[in-house]
């Protein structure tokens, strides 16, 4: 998974648990593209400043998803999901058991 991507993901599960400061700054820069140079004018920090507390909410995001999988299942659950459009997509007459068991298997990683 690409970076930014990555970085979109974590903070759409986990971002409110981030203290407000750190919410404002993270998505000026991981969402909004702002560079640190501007995020650092903006709110009256140094550049490093920027820099360190993206670097902290990145590792503050990947210890939520480390011990909560919640990222982890939705990727494979969309992947699941649209392996399942294909295959409806591709036959004419769809496999209702095949269906079933792939919904069921989706159920189990909620």
Known sequence: MDKILEQTLLYDFYGELLTDHQKQIYEDVVLNDYSFSEVAEEKGISRQG????????NKILQEYE???HLVEKF???KEQIEEMEKSLRETEEPDKEALVRQLNGILENL
């Open 50 to 57: 920027v820099h360190d507390l993206i670097k902290r909410c």
């Open 66 to 68: 480390s011990k909560l």
């Open 75 to 77: 990727v494979t659950i």
